[in-house]
């Protein structure tokens, strides 16, 4: 079963605001078993919605489209779709009904475009959107399923969940389909392939393995179709296991989280605690783990120490350590953190001192140059990084670089 997704709007193509909706949609569809062919974006223009529509009917047998339902001149989709179909319209009661609640609850007059949001094309199903204004509208023409949803994220979000998705399930005989996402760091994927290539070979055809690397990690997924999901859930697992055993090493976690909810996770568990001390990277490792919730039983604070006087008053680095081997340094790091673990009372703490770029590299130091430390009450151990000259990666590969020792360190104390 094959799904497109098209998603409308000017605002889309020219960066004025990121295409979230179709990366969601994407996710909930496979795991229904509906695999996404192709992903298009087109403008606020009949002829390419047209065109869209065209293609997308010979490749597809769901066609789910977002955006372009409002009420001024520049939502031209529903007026597009009646035309593509050779339908007239027709003003939709309840949807007229619900409109009309709306602005009365919040005190505001009712105009004629308004009203126009109840008026439909007369083939389509309307389903009720119970967060907007704009209905969604479900067709079945020409052998195929299409349904036009609001592109505002909260509104298409209600309708797939609980709406669109469980019509599609009702209206196809879908397979099983099961991902198993395991979580790696500190490997390359070639190297991680290399490891892992008889497990590989020796999948069935039914099951495949995705790589999917980003900046230090790189997560395993499994995913296997099939009729019987328990059957196809034993068979995943089994593979899932031996992936994990063969690269038990590099293992962070056996499911699909970002790598700092696996730390937070695993000393929450030991009922640890963590602070950062951080120059390069900003705050960046901060964020990253305080954008999740219940974060506060693992991690006390932060330092950023940007300045070579924030990190002697704050982080009691020695004023000679930063005059004879300058602040990114292996001695100044391990002085951060282990300034970190005393002034902020934490079993752990990381610390990060490194050159960013573009500018400020040198001979000796280029950019790019990162040192990192982790300590603990009784030790602190330190490692060098040579990344590239790129501030944002530099950044990004610092942090993942920091989190990535700290579980390390992790590891090592349990064993």
């Known amino acids: 079963m094959l799904a497109e ?3 409308i709007g000017d605002e889309i193509l020219i960066g004025q605001i990121v295409d979230t909706n179709s990366a969601w949609m994407a996710q909930k569809l496979n795991l229904i078993g509906i695999k996404v062919k192709q992903i298009t974006s087109v403008s606020d223009d009949a002829a390419h919605i047209t065109e869209a529509l065209k293609l997308a009917e010979g490749r597809a047998d769901v066609i789910l489209i ?7 001149k520049d939502d031209v989709t529903k007026v597009t779709i009646a035309k593509y179909f050779h339908m007239g319209f027709r003003r939709d009661q309840e949807t007229l009904d619900h409109v009309t609640h709306i602005f009365t609850s919040l005190n505001r007059p009712m105009i004629e475009l308004n009203r126009r949001q109840a008026d439909v094309p007369d ?43 469980p019509r599609l399930k009702n209206a ?23 490891e892992i290539e008889d497990i590989e070979n020796a999948l069935p055809d039914h099951i495949k393995l995705a790589y999917l690397p980003k900046l230090g990690q790189v997560r395993l997924r499994l995913s296997g ?11 995943v ?35 640890l605690t963590l602070s950062t001390a951080e120059s390069c990277t900003g705050g960046y490792i901060s964020q990253l783990i305080t954008q999740h919730p219940g974060c506060s039983a693992v991690f006390a604070g932060a330092a950023v120490t940007y300045s070579n006087a924030l990190k002697m ?15 990114v340094s292996e001695q100044t790091v391990k002085e951060m953190a282990m300034g ?52 944002a990666q530099n950044i990004e590969r610092a942090a993942i670089a920091a989190l990535t020792m700290v579980l390390n360190e992790l590891k090592q104390d349990v064993g």
Request: proline fraction near 5%; aromatic fraction near 8%; glycine fraction near 10%.
């Open 340 to 391: 970190a673990v005393a002034n902020f009372k934490t079993d752990y703490a990381v610390a990060v001192s490194g050159i960013a770029g573009p500018d400020g590299g040198t001979e000796e130091k280029p950019v790019g140059t990162v040192w990192i430390a982790v300590a603990t009450q009784y030790k602190v151990v330190a490692r060098l990084f040579r990344f590239g000259n790129r501030r």
């Open 123 to 165: 083939g389509c199903e309307v389903i009720q959107n119970k967060n907007g204004t704009a209905p969604c509208m479900w067709f079945e023409q020409h052998g195929k399923i299409y349904v036009s949803m609001p592109g505002v994220p909260f509104e298409m979000m209600y309708l797939m969940t609980e709406e669109i998705l």
């Open 5 to 7: 997704i098209i998603t």
């Open 66 to 72: 977002t955006g372009g339902l409002g009420p001024t």
């Open 237 to 271: 697992m089994f593979y899932a296991q031996q992936l994990i055993g063969r690269v038990k090493k590099n293992v962070v976690a056996d499911q699909d989280i970002p790598l700092e909810k696996a730390l937070l996770n695993i000393m929450q568990e030991r009922q």
């Open 225 to 235: 179709t099939g009729a019987d999901e328990a059957t196809l859930q034993q068979e």
């Open 172 to 194: 196809f005989k879908l397979p099983a389909i099961f991902h198993k996402t395991i979580l790696t760091a500190g490997i390359g994927e070639s190297f991680l392939a290399q």
């Open 313 to 327: 008053s704050v982080l009691g680095v020695l004023p000679e350590t930063l005059e004879n081997y300058g602040a």
